[in-house]
């Protein structure tokens, strides 16, 4: 599965780095910045990484760029430079990043291949995202591709391209449609993953390098 070079530390995976961008993976359980009471945030380890590397002296500047869910494994890219932070959000949010993942998911979709469309409500409370098939006052619009890549018995295993970003997307949409995602019982599955984790993959990130002005893919 693995196609690029992973150069490894003591504490996390480093997939892509030059001198403004830095992709590291997350590991299911972790979070992407710290929080009280959880363990080694990918921030933290990927700032002890480059502190290490570069024997930098001080703190090490570490731009946060987008963030995937707690039991989500995958891509997360972090820029080395304001400079580039700066450029990334903008790019990010004018939709100018392609972004993939791959999800087992329960049952079988109505269709090998298909673009679906919701509103999507949140719920901070509950840390819940409701999906409705109509626009529906307070919500926002969301869409995204999946693509049929294997079946097996009752579960399926997807490739899906976000087209818009929105908080827990992929897993109320993928409910919504009668599939939900392996593992993730607060949207439907049947039975939690023994771990704790979804079966949901951020695998990955191809947008036009904001300094350079190349183009970079970034894969698992």
């Known amino acids: ?38 363990p080694m945030s990918l921030e933290d380890e990927v700032k002890s990484y480059i502190k290490e590397k570069y024997n930098k002296p001080g703190a090490v500047f570490l731009g946060v760029i987008h963030r995937l869910d707690m039991p989500v494994r995958g891509i997360v890219l972090f820029a080395k430079t304001s400079k580039a932070l700066v450029r990334m959000n903008e790019i990010f949010q004018k939709r100018e990043v392609k972004k993939i993942y791959h999800a087992w998911v329960e049952h079988h979709p109505p269709k090998k291949s298909e673009t679906i469309t919701h509103w999507l409500k949140r719920d901070e409370k509950k840390n819940f995202t409701k999906a409705f098939v109509t626009e529906t006052k307070g919500a926002d619009l969301a869409q995204l591709i999946y693509d049929v890549i294997e ?23 993928l409910s919504a449609i009668g599939c939900p995602i392996i ?19 951020a695998v990955k990130l191809s947008f036009v390098h904001p300094i350079k002005n190349e183009p970079v893919v970034i894969k698992i």
């Open 183 to 201: 593992g993730d019982v607060k949207y439907g599955a049947s039975k939690p993953n023994s771990d704790q984790s979804i079966s949901l993959e």
């Open 151 to 173: 079946s097996k018995s009752n579960r399926t295993l997807l490739e899906i391209e976000l087209l818009t970003g929105r908080k827990h997307q992929i897993r109320a949409q």
């Open 1 to 38: 599965m693995n196609n690029h070079q992973i150069i490894e530390s003591s504490n996390q995976q480093i997939i892509y780095e030059d001198n403004h961008l830095i992709a590291a993976l997350k590991k299911s359980g972790q979070t992407v910045q710290p929080e009280p009471g959880k």
